[in-house]
C-alpha cells in the first residue's frame, strides 16, 4: 500500500551547510497496518510523514501509494490523492479557527467540484458520534478541550473514507486517559481496514503497533520485537 | 463547505482585519467615485450650459469675458453694456447665419418687490431668438406673452403665491427649463415686452425702478452658417466691430475652465497618491495576513485542497471585501454629493449637474471594477507565494 524505496531528503541551508532528516530509507507498509515510529525531536520522523503524503519531494528515491509514484504526479494530482487516499492528524492545533466542528469535518470534501455535501454532512455526524462529540458540532474548535480538538482532527481525517491515515504525535499535550481514549479509537479503526502511520516519541504507544520502527541517525530501525514487553531495552528508550 | 462560504467565515473570522480592508476600500472607492462624479457633473454643467445658449459665437463688450463667464456660471449680475447696433454689424459679417442680442438685468437685492433677490433677467428677442424660443415651440407650443416669463430649473412659484413678484409686478412663471447646473438655472427668462412692463410697473412698485437700457445690449448670440469658421468669424468680428469681443464657443467659461483644469489636474495626482497608497496598504495587510496564517493555508492544502483553491479562496476573501467596501463607499459618496450637491457647489463655485442614472451606472461600475482591480492585484502577490509554499516548511512556522 505505501512503499518508501530508497529515500532522502536533504535540505540545503547554504552553500556549504545540507542537513539529512531522512536518509535512504526503505520501508514497506502493508494495508491494514498500524506503523508506529518512534524517535527523540529532530529525528526526521515528521519528515518521513510529509515525504510519504508527498508534501515534501525526495531529494532521492521513490514513494509510492498503492503502486503509484509520487514523484510522477503534479499538484493537482497530489492535492486529489490526499484529499480522496490519505488523512492527517497533525502535531500542532489545525482546526480551521473560523468554521464550526462540522464544517471542520466536511471541509474536504468541499475541494472537489462533484461533492454530494448533505451526505458529507451526514457522514461527518456519525463521524463525531463516534468521536464522542456529536453534541458539539455546532461550536467552534476554541470552545474544545485539546482531546475533543485531536478527535475533531480525527474525524476530519476519515470523513473521505481514506485508505491511509498518517498521524503525527496524535496524543501530544493530552493527558493520560485521553491519550488511551485517542488510540483506542485509532485502533478501532484500524480494524476496520484503515491503514495507520503514528509517528511520536511517546514508547507508550508501540502497544498499539502492528509494526514499530525507531527513527535514529535518520534512518529507520525495526523494533517491532520489543513492541510488547513491559520495560523498553535502555538503548531504545535513550 | 464551498470556497465561498469558506472565504465568508475567514472574512467574519478575522473581523479587525477584514474592517481595516473593507474601510480602505470604501475610503479609496468613495474618494475615486466622489472625483469623477464632481469632474463629470461640472463638464455635464458646461456643457448644458453651452447647450442652453446655442450659440456658435458671444459677442459681448471688450474686456468682459470673466463678468459675463461669472454671470452665466453664478448667477450673478453682468451690467456691461454695448451698443444695440452691434447685433446688425455682426449679421453682416459672412459666414453668420443668425444673430440674438439679450439684455442682463437683475432684480433687486432684498426687497419685497421681488419674489428672488438679485436673481438675473435675461431679456431676449423673440422675433430673433434660438435659445428660449425652440424650447417654448416644443414644451409650450405658443409663444410666451407679455406678463409671461420661464424660468431656469431653480425658479419656482413661491408657495401659497400664483404669481412671481418682479419690481412689484406679477409675472406667470409658463414653465421651467431642464437643470444646466449653472447660474442659468437660476435665471428668469422674458421677452422686451415683459421687460417694459415690468419697468413701467416699477415706477410706482418697487423700492427702485427696473431700467431696461434703451439701444444698448448684453450680448449678441450668433449661429454661424453650416461649414462657416468660428475662429476666422470672430477674427473678423473683432476687425468690424469695435470694443466688442467674439468668444467661441469651445473657449467659453476660458477662465473658468483654466481654474479647472488646475483643480483637476490636483485631484487627478490626489487620486493617483491615493491609488498607490491603497494598493500598498491592502497588499501589506493581505500579507500580513496571509503569513500569520501561512500554516492554516498549508493545512488547507495538506488535506486535499490544490494551489488553485488556495489562491482562489484568499482571492474570493479579497474579492468580497473589495467589492463590499466599493459598493458602500461609491453608493454613500454618491448619496452625500446628491444631497449636498447644492451646499458643495456654493462652497467651491462649480457649476455642477448631478450626472444622469445611466452615467452614474458606468462611474459606478468602473468604480467597483476599479477597486476591485486594486485589490485583486494587492493580494494576487502574496496570496500566490503563499499557495507555493512548501507545505512541510509552512506549516512548522
Not at chain 2, 427696473?210 to 477674427?235: F, M, N, Q, R, Y
Amino acid at each position: 500500500m505505501i512503499t518508501l524505496s530508497g529515500v532522502t531528503k536533504e535540505y540545503r541551508l547554504d552553500e556549504q551547510r545540507v542537513i539529512t532528516p531522512v536518509r535512504d530509507v526503505n520501508l514497506n507498509i502493508a494495508k491494514g497496518e498500524l506503523i508506529t515510529i518512534i524517535g527523540r525531536s529532530g529525528s526526521g520522523k515528521t519528515t518521513l510523514l510529509n515525504l510519504t503524503a508527498g508534501l515534501v519531494k525526495p531529494t532521492q528515491g521513490n514513494v509510492f501509494i498503492d503502486d503509484v509514484n509520487l514523484s510522477g504526479m503534479d499538484d493537482s494530482q497530489l492535492s486529489a490523492l490526499r484529499n480522496r487516499k490519505i488523512g492527517f492528524v497533525f502535531q500542532f492545533p489545525s482546526l480551521f479557527p473560523n468554521l464550526t466542528v462540522l464544517e471542520n469535518v466536511i471541509l474536504p470534501t468541499g475541494f472537489t467540484a462533484k461533492s454530494e455535501q448533505k451526505e458529507a454532512s451526514k457522514h461527518a455526524h456519525t463521524l463525531l458520534l463516534n468521536m464522542g462529540i456529536n453534541e458539539k458540532s455546532a461550536v467552534l474548535p476554541r470552545q474544545l478541550s485539546a482531546g475533543e480538538q485531536k478527535r475533531v482532527v480525527i474525524a476530519r481525517a476519515l470523513i473521505n473514507n481514506p485508505g491511509i491515515v498518517l498521524a503525527d504525535e496524535p496524543t501530544s499535550d493530552l493527558d493520560a486517559q485521553t491519550e488511551i481514549e485517542i488510540m483506542e479509537l485509532l485502533k478501532k479503526y484500524n480494524q476496520a481496514g484503515v491503514t495507520f502511520v503514528v509517528v511520536t516519541h511517546n514508547l507508550q504507544l508501540l502497544r498499539y503497533a502492528t509494526r514499530a520502527f525507531k527513527m535514529e541517525n535518520n534512518q529507520l530501525t525495526d523494533i517491532t520485537q520489543f513492541k510488547n514487553l513491559n520495560k523498553l531495552p535502555l538503548e531504545l528508550v535513550s | 463547505m464551498r470556497l465561498i462560504h469558506f472565504a465568508i467565515r475567514n472574512i467574519k473570522g478575522y473581523g479587525f482585519r477584514s474592517l481595516a480592508i473593507f474601510l480602505s476600500v470604501l475610503v479609496f472607492a468613495g474618494l475615486l467615485v466622489g472625483t469623477t462624479v464632481i469632474i463629470k457633473g461640472t463638464q455635464s454643467s458646461l456643457n448644458a450650459g453651452l447647450q442652453r445658449l446655442g450659440a456658435n459665437i458671444v459677442v459681448i463688450p471688450q474686456d468682459a469675458e470673466d463678468t459675463f463667464d461669472t454671470a452665466l456660471l453664478t448667477g450673478t449680475n453682468d451690467k456691461n453694456l454695448m451698443p444695440a447696433d452691434v447685433a446688425l454689424k455682426v449679421a453682416s459679417i459672412p459666414g453668420v447665419a443668425s444673430v440674438s442680442s439679450q439684455i442682463y438685468l437683475s432684480t433687486l437685492y432684498g426687497a419685497d418687490c421681488c419674489s428672488f433677490s438679485e436673481t438675473p433677467l435675461i431679456v431676449f428677442d423673440p422675433s430673433t431668438d434660438f435659445t428660449i424660443t425652440p424650447w417654448l415651440k416644443s414644451h409650450l407650443g405658443r409663444p410666451l406673452a407679455t406678463g409671461e416669463i420661464i424660468g431656469g430649473s431653480s425658479i419656482f412659484v413661491p408657495r401659497g403665491n400664483q404669481y412671481i413678484s418682479l419690481y412689484g409686478y406679477n409675472v406667470t412663471l409658463a414653465g421651467n427649463l431642464e437643470a444646466t447646473g449653472t447660474g442659468l438655472d437660476q435665471t428668469i427668462f422674458m421677452t422686451q415686452a415683459t421687460a417694459q412692463a415690468i419697468a413701467q410697473s416699477s415706477l410706482t412698485t418697487a423700492a427702485e425702478p427696473l431700467t431696461v437700457p434703451s439701444g444698448e445690449i448684453s450680448s449678441v448670440l450668433v449661429k454661424l452658417k453650416p461649414g462657416a469658421d468660428a475662429h476666422k468669424v470672430s477674427l473678423q468680428i473683432y476687425e468690424n466691430v469695435p470694443n466688442v469681443s467674439a468668444i467661441e464657443s469651445p473657449n467659453l467659461f476660458g477662465t473658468f475652465r483654466n481654474q479647472i483644469t488646475g483643480l483637476l489636474l490636483a485631484f487627478f495626482v490626489l487620486m493617483i497618491i491615493l491609488w498607490v497608497v491603497a494598493l500598498f496598504l491592502i497588499a501589506m495587510m493581505f500579507s500580513m495576513s496571509v503569513n500569520e496564517r501561512k500554516r492554516e493555508l498549508a493545512v488547507l492544502r495538506a488535506i486535499g485542497a490544490t494551489r488553485n483553491y488556495v489562491l482562489r479562496s484568499v482571492l474570493a476573501e479579497a474579492s468580497i471585501l473589495a467589492l463590499g467596501g466599493a459598493a458602500l463607499g461609491v453608493a454613500g459618496t454618491s448619496a452625500l454629493l446628491y444631497l449636498f450637491q447644492g451646499f458643495l457647489s456654493n462652497i467651491f463655485k462649480l457649476p455642477f449637474l448631478f450626472p444622469s442614472a445611466a452615467s452614474l451606472a458606468i462611474i459606478f461600475g468602473i468604480g467597483g471594477i476599479f477597486a476591485l482591480i486594486t485589490v485583486v492585484l494587492a493580494v494576487l502577490i502574496p496570496a500566490s507565494r503563499i499557495s507555493r509554499e512548501e507545505l512541510a516548511i509552512a506549516m512548522r512556522e
